[in-house]
């Protein structure tokens, strides 16, 4: 059985840029190489796991999602990293392109995507964990049986509370988050390896 770490795309991985897939608008958000180099490394499979109403919407299509995707993927291997696998969910239910206006099972809260992913990446829920920027990410991870992971940046809004919507774990410093994970000492990285954005 493999172990993963599931993440959300735009806001956790990626700049918070609401509906976007122009590749010029995608820019990491900080930290995210040496959190994923470090979890690739202690064995986690890398995972994104995104909702994209905007395509139940006719903001962007699967193709324009695709190419922003294969950007995104295309950042991270210019540092050595590499996503395991994307899952998105295209649906919503106030969509206006019939096929993807409804309810489903995928859109974070739920968790459909991820385990759809255990399912086909043979993955052991109870030794993964799901990193977001908001409390339906939180909310995802807790129902497919992970330990969550609030990136806690200001995307989170609301706050609107119940059991499975508690993270494990609340950081706005995505190294921060994979080293407690692959339970690392997160001072001892910072002494031998100094943050760019830090010098
Ligand atoms: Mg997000
Ligand atoms: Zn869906």
Known sequence: MNKAVFIDKDGTLIKNVPYNVDLERIALENRVVEALSMLQQNDYLLIVVSNQG???????????????????????????????????????????????????????????????????????LKNSWMI??????VEAGHLAGCKSVLYDVGNETEWVMNRFRKPDYKTSNLLKAAAMICEVKYENIEEHEPAPESL
């Open 54 to 124: 905007g395509i139940a919407k006719g903001y962007f299509n699967e193709k324009q999602l695709m190419k922003a995707n294969a950007h995104l993927a295309g950042l991270l291997a210019a540092s050595d990293v590499f996503i395991d696998a994307f899952y998105y969910c295209p649906h919503h239910p106030d969509g206006v392109i019939a096929d993807f206006a409804k309810k489903c099972n995928c859109r974070k809260p739920a968790p459909g995507m991820l385990l759809q992913a255990s399912q086909e990446l043979q993955i052991d």
């Open 132 to 137: 977001g920027d908001n409390l339906n990410d």
